[in-house]
């Protein structure tokens, strides 16, 4: 519990009813997404006006209360896990709205709190594209995005978070503003700022604003799902279809194990008997869309697809796409504990990548549901088990340990998409060098001293 002098001024600033003090709120918002030992913080505070999250930041910098931003809570790595020392969280979910949605000059300006989905179909009301879509997005918010550098299921073609960051304001440790990028198409003024900020998950600021780059909309679109027998067929499809020079905006991968579990999840009428499938969807000028979805289609039947099943309409390809979108949950509905893993690996390398997990799966006698972002050598094996089980969590933390290696082992990283936080910090040194830990650390070191924003992530410490 916090000094009451210093609750009653955050009272004062976001308002009695923003904060939140009760051991039922608190426990509340001591864990994410991520498997990772919950903490419970010391306070909750939501803001609803830019000024009172300035004056909030300022407050904790200037008690040393460390702060950790939450968005929704969706992300995979432990980022939204308060710190032990008297930690305060922050909500942006007052702090939600679009701010400029600019059709001449294709951007938008946006607070933090603007949930990703919401703001995509707010764009595409006016013609305008935001295509960044993790799997979450019906509930993420762009802060969260921004901060994690979030990727997604169109990433293939359109790219991930940081291709959208025109620019930030954001609060430094001492609750000042800091201003980054521009409205401009270029910007070469200053220290590339945005870029640092961008994938910083709540260490290095407090994102107050976000300009972000939008783009036409699409003019078409077709999307079909290849059905293979032999889960390595479809693995070798994903890496034929880059080779051939071809980018789908989306090229998707689901085993048998995820298929069936979203099948019984979602009833969107995928094939439970085969052996994986591929969900694939083209975008662009209606003559190429044409003329790539048949050499897609063509290149699926030469690497084995048994069947491939273009959707017929609008509504067909939604209900995959959302089928697709609820891997995760339906998953998570098997067993107690799910660790979804992110390591990635160059894309021809995606074959290798399948059997190498179904190998980690036998050798460690362990259920291994894979599926994931192919096309962008991005796949998520996912492990169900129960941590409560102490002997099967071992072989689980030693599964994780191999599939890191393995990536690493191919040139891969260790995070596609879901960022280091508390999850992957101990593993950075594997893929980076001490050098880079340590040069890490001193970026931190001078931007924030005191160690005040969302201590302990990427970096440890
Ligand atoms: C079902 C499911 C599917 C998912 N699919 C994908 C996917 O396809 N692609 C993908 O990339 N991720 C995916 N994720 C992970 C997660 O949704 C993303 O990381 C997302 O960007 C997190 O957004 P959030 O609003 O929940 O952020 P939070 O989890 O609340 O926060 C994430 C990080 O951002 C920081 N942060 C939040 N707001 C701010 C701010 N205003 N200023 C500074 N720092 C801030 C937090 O401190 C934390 O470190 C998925 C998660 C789930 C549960």
Known sequence: MLNPALIKEFKNIVGAENVFTDDADLLTYSYDAAVVKPVV?????????????????????????????????????????????????????????????????????????????????????????????????????????????????????????????????????????????????????????????????????????????????????????????????????VAAIIAARIIPCTLEFMDNFTIRAVESYSRAG??????????????????????????????????????????????????????????LSALAKLKPTLVLEDATVPRSRIPEMVQAMQDIAAKYRLEIGTFGHAGDGNLHPTILTDKRNTEEWERVEAAIAAIFDKALAMGGTLSGEHGTGIAKSCFLEKETSPATIQYSRAVKAALDPRNILNPGKIIGG
């Open 270 to 327: 995928l094939p439970t008997d085969a052996a994986a499938l591929l969900l694939i969807e083209v975008d662009g000028h209606p003559a190429m869309v044409e003329e790539d979805a048949v050499k897609v289609e063509e290149i699926c039947r030469q690497q084995g697809a048994v069947d491939i099943r273009v959707a017929k309409d609008d509504a067909e390809r939604d209900k995959v796409w959302a089928a697709r979108r609820s891997a």
């Open 41 to 237: 913080p010391a306070l909750v505070i939501r803001p609803t006006t830019s000024e009172a999250l300035g004056r909030s930041v300022k407050v904790c910098g200037e008690n040393g209360l460390p702060v950790t931003v939450r968005g929704a809570g969706t992300n995979l790595s432990g980022g939204t896990v308060p710190t032990a020392r008297e930690g305060v969280v922050i909500l942006t979910n007052g702090l939600k709205r679009i701010l400029e949605i600019n059709e001449a000059d294709m951007y938008a300006v946006v607070q933090p709190g603007v949930v990703t989905a919401q703001f995509a179909a707010a764009a595409q009301a006016k013609g305008l594209f935001y295509p960044p879509d993790p799997g979450s997005q019906a509930v993420s918010t762009l802060g969260g995005n921004v901060a994690e550098n979030a990727g997604g299921l169109r990433g293939l073609k359109y790219g991930v978070t940081s291709d959208y960051v025109m620019g930030l304001k954001f609060f430094d440790t001492n609750g000042e503003i800091v201003k980054t990028g521009a409205k401009t198409v270029k910007c070469a003024t200053g220290y590339n700022l945005t870029g640092l900020l961008v994938g910083s998950e709540g260490t290095l600021g407090v994102f107050d604003e976000i300009t972000l780059k939008l783009i036409p909309l699409p003019a078409h679109r077709k999307a079909m799902m290849a059905v293979f027998n032999q889960i390595i067929k479809a693995s070798e499809a």
